[in-house]
């Protein structure tokens, strides 16, 4: 009894409980905002990308059957090579009906 109160009553050592409680979550703040960051840049990539490829196919060279297969391309492209990417991604391509405007649609997932 006498053993406890005094490991109770002595104040030596009292930092290494209270490091040990904040590092969980000070660890888990630094996880998400690795998490948080990579999530950032490939939304970043993806609109970059997207923007590139709406640009790329609505010029005249392409008819609006051959727009989608080359925006696929230019898109898949786009990612591996400028921002090293392998990302699952549905890409949709669809132009206007007067062949003025494109509107990319994309959904990804990253692994």
């Known amino acids: 009894m006498r053993m406890l109160k005094r490991f109770i009553a002595d104040l030596r050592g009292g ?5 040990a409680l904040i590092l969980v979550p000070v660890a888990g703040a630094a996880g ?24 790329a196919v609505i010029s005249p060279r392409y008819t609006q059957a ?6 696929q ?14 990302i699952d991604t549905q890409m949709e391509a ?3 009906p007067d062949g003025k405007s ?8 990253v692994k």
Do not use: C, N, W
């Open 15 to 19: 930092f290494s409980p209270i490091f």
């Open 32 to 55: 998400l905002a690795v998490d948080y960051g990579r999530a950032v840049y490939t939304h970043d990539a993806l609109q970059a990308a997207a923007d590139a490829t709406a640009l």
């Open 66 to 71: 051959e727009v989608k297969s080359a925006a």
């Open 94 to 96: 669809t132009v206007s």
């Open 73 to 86: 391309s230019i898109f898949a492209a786009q990612l591996r090579e400028k921002y090293g990417l392998t």
């Open 102 to 109: 494109v509107t990319i649609a994309v959904v990804g997932a």
